[in-house]
């Protein structure tokens, strides 16, 4: 049988890059001692407030269909709090819920672009942005961020990628994989380059409050960006609600009128209990947010500690975020190679960063996303199996 020309432009390379970490998921669930630092989803739970909120909901009957754009009481409650977080008018009008942050892209991408245009997205990107964008027609191109420059944003790196088709910039800050998060200096460039070129931002803000070393600051608050900006935020990092798939889109009116109308043939909305939670989460914010940010910096330091003293690998220190890029290059592996042969020999999974994009080879990421002492095992783990490699090479 046929299919369209779209399931094409959705099956990114990149999907390729979980191979080793459903190989480690099977290892697990086979009973092997593997210690998954291949995705980034919490490992604690979800504070039982917000759950009860969620039983409560249901046990009253909240099962039927809502509002596609999402309840006002949440989408008040979103505008509030983003009003509060970017210095800027956020009325209700600029809120469009919707199933995560990468439901939020994918739907963005519908209504901004299509086919010919061009998307400029800093490289290390986050792995599906491909696939998003393509699937509206457009293509991607790429802004370098080499890794010798600490995988920063130039204006030169911008400018070099423009071309006439550019219609938007896609970028995330924090960053994942890099955890880098865009300095004012930088976001001062893209701006200048979007106002200059009439272009959208798509500024991907999910770790926005899992900052450690510097303020994350967003791109929508600069002069003039707050009408060519969207923001895509939601409570999966921050509140550790990976798997209720709570996000939001925060863009001019015009935008939410047209996500209103995908919505409607997309996801017809958010089911009310997940809503009711999503309340009592931002009701409780910097409280269950802050401590999730407390628990990945106590991770990021117990990581480095241990790695930092590792001859053959450099640590990247993340600015946020719940991720770390190792160089591995010294080893003599490949990121791909290290990745694999680290599990095998370990049972540790960690993800080859160049999944990401180019720039990426030579690096592997690791999450923080088990607890303390598993993370310290699998730290150990590493640092080991590079002792290792490091006599077998002197050999
Ligand atoms: C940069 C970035 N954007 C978006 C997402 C998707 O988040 P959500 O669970 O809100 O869809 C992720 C998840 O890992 C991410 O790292």
Redesign the pocket.
Known sequence: MRYSPFVQRISGESVSAWDIHYAAIDARARGEDVIVLSV?DPDFATDARICAAASAALEQGDTHYTHVLGRPALRDAIAAKQERLLGIDVGVENVAVVA????G?FATSLCLFSSGDEVLVPEPM?LTYEACIHASGASIACVQQPAADGFRLTAAALEAALSDKTRGIAL?TP??PTGNVYSREELEAVAAVARKHDLWVIS?E??GQLTYDREHLSIASLPGMAERTVI?N?L??SHAM?GW?V?WVVAPAPLVRHLDNLLLCMLYGLPGFIQQAALKALELDEEVLGSAREVYRRRRDLVLGCLKKVSLLDCREPEAGMFMLVDVRRTGLSSMDFAWRLFQATGVSVLDAQAFGASGEGFVRISFTVADDRLLEASQRIADFVAILEVQSAD
Do not use: F, I, P
Not at 100 to 103: D, E, L, T
């Open positions: 980034g995560g942050a990468q439901n892209l986050y995330a960053c994942n991907d999910v770790y895509l939601s999966s990092k990976t798939r996000g």
